[in-house]
Nanobody, 126 residues
Framework: QLHLVESGGGLVQPGGSLRLSCTAS????????IGWFRQAPGKEREIVAG????????YYTDSVKGRFTISRGNAKNTVYLQMNSLKPEDTAAYYC???????????????????WGQGTQVTVSS
C-alpha cells in the first residue's frame, strides 16, 4: 500500500504563489504516474496536472496552463505542484494521487488512480 501526504496549502492573495508537495515516505514515486486533483465546494473533483512515470509526459488542465508546473523532486519520493498567479477560482482542496498501471500517459480520470492523499486546502482570497 502506498500512503501519500500532501502539504504546502494555505491562504494566499490573488496573484500569489504556493508550492504543494506530495510525499510518500520510503517510496520511489518515479515508478508511479502522479496526478494532482482539486475539488472546490459544490463542485466535482477535477484533474489539475499530472506527470507520467515513463516517457516524461505531463498534463495540465487548460485553466492552469502557464501558471502551474508539476515536477519530481530529487529525492524521488516527492512530487511538487508549483502554483503561480493564483486566482480565487483556484480555491479548492488539492489531492495527489498515484497511478501504478498507466506508465506512458497521465489519465484525467480519478478512477485510474490507485492511491490518494488526504488533501491540502488552498484558499486564494484577499
Amino acid at each position: 500500500q502506498l500512503h501519500l501526504v500532501e502539504s504546502g496549502g494555505g491562504l494566499v492573495q490573488p496573484g500569489g504563489s504556493l508550492r504543494l508537495s506530495c510525499t510518500a515516505s520510503g517510496i520511489n514515486l518515479n515508478y508511479y504516474t502522479i496526478g494532482w486533483f482539486r475539488q472546490a465546494p459544490g463542485k466535482e473533483r477535477e484533474i489539475v496536472a499530472g506527470i507520467s512515470w515513463s516517457g516524461g509526459n505531463t498534463y495540465y488542465t487548460d485553466s492552469v496552463k502557464g501558471r502551474f508546473t508539476i515536477s519530481r523532486g530529487n529525492a524521488k519520493n516527492t512530487v511538487y505542484l508549483q502554483m503561480n498567479s493564483l486566482k480565487p477560482e483556484d480555491t479548492a482542496a488539492y489531492y495527489c494521487a498515484a497511478d501504478r498501471h498507466n506508465s506512458l500517459y497521465v489519465s484525467q480520470y480519478e478512477d485510474a488512480y490507485d492511491y490518494w492523499g488526504q488533501g491540502t486546502q488552498v484558499t486564494v482570497s484577499s
